[in-house]
């Protein structure tokens, strides 16, 4: 089962769950340059140049976290790319997973932008940029 929490929602559960980890899956361009939560292991689920398919994501999640049953919770930059990997990472047996929504930026204000509305970074809930 998937569970959506929000950033604020998100942040508290590390906080009281310390076993927890957080899988920021976006590109490493986002990861590095956008900035990341502090503490985000950073496996991308696709990245550049062609927008291509991790092959290596599954098999990089289970050197991280071997356990199943440990919770995981994935950011992407609005929640829509963690979903998709959590899918498959439910397909894989891991039983407790998180998708943050809003993901690091938020979705999409009236001019296009994001980083207005929602996400991890417009909360201030730690984060850094490389």
């Known amino acids: 089962m998937i569970e959506n929490l929000n950033p604020k929602q998100s942040f508290i559960f590390m906080q009281q769950n310390s076993e927890a980890v957080l899988i920021d899956v976006?590109?490493?361009?986002?990861?590095?340059?956008?900035?990341h939560p502090l503490n985000a292991i950073h496996i991308a689920w696709k990245d550049g140049p062609n927008w291509q398919q991790n092959p290596e994501f599954i098999s990089e999640i289970k050197r991280i976290v071997s356990n199943k049953q440990t919770s995981i919770l994935l950011l992407c930059r609005s929640?829509?790319?963690?979903?998709?990997?959590?899918?498959?990472?439910?397909?894989?047996?891991?039983?407790?997973?998180?998708?943050?929504?809003?993901?690091?930026?938020?979705?999409?204000?009236?001019?296009?932008?994001?980083?207005n509305l929602g996400g991890w970074r417009y909360h201030d809930l730690g984060w850094e940029q490389s």
């Open 26 to 35: 976006r590109t490493k361009m986002e990861y590095l340059f956008v900035g």
């Open 79 to 115: 929640g829509q790319r963690s979903l998709i990997a959590a899918k498959m990472l439910e397909d894989e047996g891991y039983s407790h997973l998180i998708n943050i929504e809003e993901g690091f930026e938020g979705d999409l204000d009236n001019n296009n932008q994001r980083g």
